[in-house]
């Protein structure tokens, strides 16, 4: 037998295995990718489906699909005069917060990007590294002493303490893929380094602030530890309010169910609509070279 007919037959054995290797190669990825979304979504389920039980239904195992949905805990969640005032507490608040966030860490991620500010970008980083917790007790003694506690400025600049660090190093990597040809061009053109910024890199870089943006307000909506000590009754946010259903005596799961399904739903529609900012904002700067 000739080299030239082995290695046709060789060719046609591997072109037999291929198909096989593939299929369960697709079978494995399918398996993997159906367990994954299993996994993130039942909890999710789980709430949704509490929401519309009694007490005593999300107890019983054997109602735990079947039973009769009812919409008592989102009246008794609703009814309460002051949690739409907690809605509008958790808004203002994270986008006070993440608003001034991005004023400040996107200039500050141009400048570490543009001008390799490593140790400034080190230090950005300790503050993020920083567990929060950690943070609390100096806060409220220093909040306390100056007659902040329980007033909107304090949950905000706290919150801003973990979204400036996250606003600067999404920016810096969008930053870091941007060819320095175009600030070139443009001060050839005339503008200044500033104008350059504002006028040039700032419009391209709105996926990546968009991004940071939304991650920022999902964090800072989301915030418990932070607002649970420094809030007050007149500036409480969602999270704690929906820890305001756990007494002494009891919990009331349904109404925790359907409040923490009223705090999820504006995050979930905002992730939908923005997720191709968050996809592109993410992976900035990823084949960079």
Same mark, same amino acid.
């Given at each position: 037998?000739?080299?030239?007919?082995?290695?046709?037959s060789?060719?046609?054995?591997?072109?037999?295995?291929? @198909?096989?290797?593939?299929?369960?190669y697709?079978?494995?990825?399918g &398996?993997? %990718?159906?367990?994954? &979304?299993l !996994?993130?979504?039942?909890?999710?389920?789980?709430?949704?489906?509490?929401?519309?039980?009694?007490?005593v239904d999300i107890?019983?195992?054997?109602?735990?699909?079947?039973f009769?949905?009812?919409?008592d805990?989102?009246?008794?969640v609703?009814?309460?005069?002051?949690?739409?005032? =907690?809605v509008?507490?958790?808004f203002?608040?994270?986008?006070?917060?993440?608003?001034?966030?991005?004023?400040?860490?996107?200039?500050?991620?141009?400048s570490m990007?543009? #001008?390799n500010?490593?140790?400034?970008?080190?230090?950005?980083?300790l503050?993020?590294?920083?567990?929060?917790?950690? $943070?609390?007790?100096?806060?409220?003694?220093?909040?306390a002493?100056?007659?902040?506690?329980?007033g909107y400025?304090v949950?905000? !600049?706290?919150?801003? =303490?973990? $979204?400036?660090p996250?606003?600067?190093?999404?920016?810096?990597?969008?930053?870091d893929s941007?060819?320095?040809e175009?600030?070139e061009?443009? $001060? &050839?053109?005339?503008?200044? @380094? %500033?104008?350059? #910024?504002?006028?040039?890199?700032l419009?391209?870089? &709105?996926?990546?602030i968009?991004?940071?943006? !939304?991650?920022? =307000?999902?964090?800072?909506? /989301? /915030?418990?530890?932070?607002?649970?000590?420094?809030?007050?009754? /007149?500036?409480?946010?969602? @999270?704690?309010?929906?820890?305001?259903?756990?007494?002494?005596?009891?919990i009331?799961? +349904?109404?925790i169910?359907?409040?923490?399904c !009223?705090?999820?739903?504006?995050?979930?529609?905002?992730?939908? =609509?923005?997720?191709?900012?968050?996809?592109? +904002?993410?992976?900035?700067?990823?084949?960079?070279g």
């Amino acid at each position: 037998m000739s080299a030239q007919t082995m290695t046709r037959s060789a060719d046609e054995v591997a072109k037999r295995r291929r @198909p096989g290797r593939l299929k369960a190669y697709n079978s494995f990825r399918g &398996v993997m %990718i159906v367990a994954v &979304v299993l !996994i993130f979504l039942l909890p999710l389920v789980w709430m949704v489906m509490a929401s519309f039980k009694t007490n005593v239904d999300i107890h019983d195992t054997t109602k735990s699909f079947i039973f009769t949905p009812i919409l008592d805990n989102y009246s008794h969640v609703l009814g309460n005069d002051s949690y739409l005032n =907690f809605v509008w507490n958790s808004f203002w608040v994270a986008f006070c917060a993440t608003g001034i966030s991005l004023l400040i860490g996107v200039p500050a991620a141009y400048s570490m990007s543009r #001008f390799n500010m490593q140790k400034s970008a080190l230090l950005v980083l300790l503050a993020r590294i920083i567990p929060g917790v950690s $943070l609390l007790v100096p806060w409220y003694y220093v909040f306390a002493n100056l007659g902040w506690v329980g007033g909107y400025g304090v949950l905000i !600049i706290s919150h801003m =303490f973990i $979204l400036i660090p996250i606003s600067v190093y999404i920016m810096m990597s969008f930053f870091d893929s941007m060819p320095l040809e175009l600030e070139e061009a443009s $001060l &050839v053109d005339g503008l200044t @380094p %500033i104008g350059a #910024f504002l006028r040039i890199l700032l419009p391209l870089s &709105v996926p990546g602030i968009a991004t940071a943006g !939304i991650l920022s =307000f999902i964090f800072s909506w /989301n /915030n418990f530890m932070f607002a649970l000590v420094l809030s007050g009754s /007149n500036t409480k946010t969602l @999270p704690v309010a929906v820890f305001d259903f756990v007494s002494y005596a009891s919990i009331d799961w +349904g109404a925790i169910m359907a409040a923490a399904c !009223i705090m999820t739903l504006p995050i979930i529609v905002v992730a939908l =609509f923005a997720q191709k900012y968050i996809v592109s +904002g993410l992976t900035a700067g990823a084949t960079k070279g």
